[in-house]
């Protein structure tokens, strides 16, 4: 879980700062998107700090924390997604987090669902511009960040699984 604050919350906050520094949204996106990612950044640090404590319940906290930042995704992405494009990297952390400690067929099941939210806001983004959905271009591409966050996952599960393996057989 470590990792992900490492490497995958740093890239988080770059990619907002980047999309509301080189797009100029209107100052009430920029103040609740700065308030979303405070608000997230406070509780994962809080539950990573307290994960020790309530040991017996870390499966548990740990879930929260890969559905918590779904969330905080899908809240991002709606709100910068018109301004920037790449906002659609949000969704990868999630399933990028379950694949540390997950069993595979969650992390599949993790990342699917983080496509459907993905497609979901996208549907929504459509309609709220007067283009009655998505058109068969934004489809494509919505598929196609789809598959690559699925793969990603994916790969990420696997490494992560290698990784054990190695360590368990160097004992």
Same mark, same amino acid.
């Given at each position: 879980?470590?990792?992900?604050?490492? +490497?995958?919350?740093?890239?988080?906050?770059?990619?907002?700062?980047?999309?509301?520094?080189?797009?100029?949204?209107?100052?009430?996106?920029? +103040?609740?998107?700065?308030?979303?990612?405070?608000?997230?950044?406070?509780?994962? $640090?809080?539950?990573?700090?307290?994960? +020790? =404590?309530?040991? =017996?319940?870390? =499966?548990?906290? =740990?879930?929260?924390? $890969?559905?918590?930042?779904?969330? $905080?995704?899908?809240?991002?992405? +709606?709100?910068?997604?018109?301004?920037?494009?790449?906002?659609?990297?949000?969704?990868?952390?999630?399933?990028?987090?379950?694949?540390?400690?997950?069993?595979?067929?969650?992390?599949?099941?993790?990342?699917?669902?983080?496509?459907?939210?993905?497609?979901?806001?996208?549907?929504?983004?459509?309609?709220?511009?007067?283009?009655?959905?998505?058109?068969?271009?934004?489809?494509?591409?919505?598929?196609?960040?789809?598959?690559?966050?699925?793969?990603?996952?994916?790969?990420?599960?696997?490494?992560?699984?290698?990784?054990?393996?190695?360590?368990?057989?160097?004992?």
């Amino acid at each position: 879980m470590h990792i992900l604050n490492y +490497y995958f919350t740093p890239f988080a906050v770059i990619l907002i700062l980047f999309a509301i520094l080189f797009s100029q949204p209107e100052k009430g996106v920029t +103040y609740l998107s700065f308030g979303i990612l405070g608000a997230a950044f406070v509780i994962n $640090v809080w539950l990573n700090r307290n994960l +020790y =404590r309530f040991l =017996r319940w870390s =499966r548990h906290i =740990r879930a929260v924390t $890969v559905w918590l930042n779904l969330a $905080v995704s899908a809240a991002l992405f +709606y709100l910068l997604s018109a301004y920037w494009a790449p906002m659609w990297l949000l969704f990868l952390t999630a399933p990028a987090a379950s694949a540390m400690y997950m069993k595979k067929w969650q992390v599949f099941l993790t990342a699917l669902f983080s496509c459907a939210v993905m497609f979901a806001l996208y549907y929504v983004r459509g309609l709220a511009f007067g283009e009655g959905g998505l058109g068969t271009q934004l489809w494509a591409m919505a598929g196609t960040q789809a598959v690559f966050i699925v793969f990603f996952s994916m790969f990420t599960s696997a490494m992560a699984e290698m990784v054990i393996k190695v360590r368990d057989s160097m004992r």
